[in-house]
């Protein structure tokens, strides 16, 4: 069966930093590419990031190009997201998903709260 | 950016019903468009990918059609377990980009 599992969210101060962390089972998570979709309280899905299987192509939505860094460890079948700089904006709720396109499985996300 | 729009934002409907969702896209994407349900507290589930091809498990009454920048989700006969959000996504260029989405409720 295939599993996402998110953590890291939490509360933080507007500047701050947080790393998102998603432990991958059920497949073989070297195979697939891996993405990252937000979801700000009451609202609508953003994709925020996505990375190539062996890490060597990544791609951003602009609002985060530069304070966000999309990540994987392929031996401990993990995907992480890296958020600097952290803004009221990015306040949502963050999902790990399989697939670089059309994500195919969805974690249950975690929850990131930016707020001073 | 590629702009997504969905119509309507909500729909009311009855269960049996047929309901269309629209979905308009700012330039043409081809056929390089996915559509996903949402419950409300849950992750999203992939329904449809490609315009039309529906995702494995997801029941016959799900359908979609359309290219170019006009596309439509359509459910043949609302059941119960319809009753949610739906998303249209494009990835015809990056960054991917969703519709604000439609929420289905119960008339």
């Known amino acids: 069966e295939v599993q996402l599992v998110e953590s890291g969210g939490g509360l933080v101060q507007p500047g701050g930093s947080l790393r998102l962390s998603c432990a991958a089972s059920g497949f073989t998570f070297s195979s697939y590419w891996m993405s990252w979709v937000r979801q700000a309280p009451g609202k609508g899905l953003e994709w925020v990031a996505n990375i190539k299987q062996d890490g060597s192509e990544k791609y951003y939505v602009d609002s985060v190009k530069g304070r966000f860094t999309i990540s994987r460890d392929n031996a401990k079948n993990s995907l992480y997201l890296q958020m600097n700089s952290l803004r009221a904006e990015d306040t949502a709720v963050y999902y790990c998903?399989?697939?670089?396109?059309?994500?195919?499985?969805w974690g249950q996300g975690t929850l990131v709260t930016v707020s001073s | 950016d590629i702009q997504m729009t969905q119509s309507p934002s909500t729909l009311s409907a009855s269960v049996g019903d047929r309901v269309t969702i629209t979905c308009r896209v700012s330039?043409?994407?081809?056929?390089?468009l996915a559509w996903y349900q949402q419950k409300p507290g849950k992750a999203p589930k992939l329904l449809m990918y490609k315009a039309s091809s529906l995702e494995s498990g997801v029941p016959s009454r799900f359908s979609g059609s359309g290219s170019g920048t006009e596309f439509t989700l359509t459910i043949s006969s609302l059941q119960p377990d319809d009753f949610a959000t739906y998303y249209c996504q494009q990835y015809n260029s990056y960054p991917w980009t969703f519709g604000q989405g439609t929420k289905v409720e119960i008339k």
């Open positions: 998903a399989r697939g670089g396109v059309t994500p195919d499985y």
């Open positions: 330039q043409s994407i081809s056929r390089w």
